[in-house]
């Protein structure tokens, strides 16, 4: 259920996945008990920490754009991201990196609209 082509080479995936999953009324559960063995930056701590920096920014940018559909919550996003730009110019590198995916950005964004049952504003109560 991870969406790599979109979020590829790293981050966002499982943030992506968890958020697609409450709009679809499934249930997010935590196990404080839990073990996971994850080697933490095992591919990306081999990479420029700019480059990196960057897909993470980029890949934030394309899993909100993907799935936010609340019109409310999209212009205060897009309020934000001109106040960032206009505050960071060097932002705007971000947001072409991500614009650069918009093709698979609107065909994901589509399928979302399909299959999702509980509003933007309802998942976001929950983790408030």
Known sequence: GMDEKLLSPFYWEDIDLSFRAAKRGYINLWNPDGKVIHNHESTSSKLPKKYV????????????????QSKNM?????????????????????VL??????????KARRKEIK???VSDEAVFSIYG
């Open 115 to 117: 299959e999702c049952v």
């Open 74 to 94: 999209l212009n205060k996003h897009l309020f934000g991201l001109l106040k960032r730009i206009v505050k960071s110019p060097g932002y705007i590198l971000i």
């Open 53 to 68: 920096a960057r897909i993470k920014e980029r890949n934030q940018l394309l899993m909100l754009w993907k799935n936010i």
């Open 97 to 106: 990196m991500a614009v650069s995916r918009i093709g698979l950005v609107l």
